[in-house]
T-cell receptor, first 111, second 113 residues
Framework: GENVEQHPSTLSVQEGDSAVIKCTYS??????FPWYKQELGKGPQLIID?????GEKKDQRIAVTLNKTAKHFSLHITETQPEDSAVYFCAACDSWGKLQFGAGTQVVVTP | NAGVTQTPKFQVLKTGQSMTLQCAQDMNHEYMSWYRQDPGMGLRLIHYSVGAGITDQGEVPNGYNVSRSTTEDFPLRLLSAAPSQTSVYFC????????????FGPGTRLTVT
């Protein structure tokens, strides 16, 4: 089955700086890679996703890159704001259609 | 649309008790799943269903049962609660196959004493 590793586990950034979270996956058949944001006391919510036929996708201050050869993908948040503080999860959809999640990254944006 | 709803929000059980966590969705999604979330371990798949009458095990199925009699509902049953089942449980739904966004419910925080 799919195995997803996510780094770092915690990330502290100054407001206005960029944040980068990296994930690797093991199943070469995976072709859908979503990122979820989870705020305290709530369920995860999709913020951006990328499919394997695309190398990069951007949505305002959030971007995701995918390197299928190396089996890694990354989330980039630019001009971070306090409301970006949350836990972020990467995931990979395996060949059966099931999502395998990374362990999560706690992002703290300090003013 | 209410999306994915879960009840209860909080529950405390004694070891050995049984209970059912409820999950419902109104988006006509065929795929539904249950995850548990523990500190430092992300979300782990317990059971999933690709449609009414069809269920299968995920990564951590022991101690849990599911059934899917309708498209809308996917209850999770704890047969005999154990302290190791203390966790936050999330239900999710999506259209099946690769590439379907999963919508998560608000979660149920379960404590087993």
């Amino acid at each position: 089955g799919e195995n997803v590793e996510q780094h770092p586990s915690t990330l502290s950034v100054q407001e206005g700086d960029s944040a980068v979270i990296k994930c690797t996956y093991s199943d070469s058949a995976s072709n859908y890679f979503p990122w979820y944001k989870q705020e305290l006391g709530k369920g995860p919510q999709l913020i951006i996703d990328i499919r394997s036929n695309v190398g990069e996708k951007k949505d305002q201050r959030i971007a995701v890159t995918l390197n299928k050869t190396a089996k890694h993908f990354s989330l980039h948040i630019t001009e971070t704001q306090p409301e970006d503080s949350a836990v972020y999860f990467c995931a990979a959809c395996d060949s059966w259609g099931k999502l395998q999640f990374g362990a999560g990254t706690q992002v703290v944006v300090t003013p | 649309n209410a999306g994915v709803t879960q009840t209860p929000k909080f529950q405390v059980l004694k070891t050995g008790q049984s209970m059912t966590l409820q999950c419902a969705q109104d988006m006509n999604h065929e795929y539904m799943s249950w995850y548990r979330q523990d500190p430092g371990m992300g979300l782990r798949l317990i059971h999933y269903s690709v449609g009414a009458g069809i269920t299968d095990q995920g990564e951590v199925p022991n101690g849990y049962n599911v059934s899917r009699s309708t498209t809308e509902d996917f209850p999770l049953r704890l047969l005999s609660a154990a302290p190791s089942q203390t966790s936050v449980y999330f239900c999710a739904s999506s259209h099946p196959g690769q590439g379907g966004e999963q919508y998560f419910g608000p979660g149920t925080r379960l404590t087993v004493t």
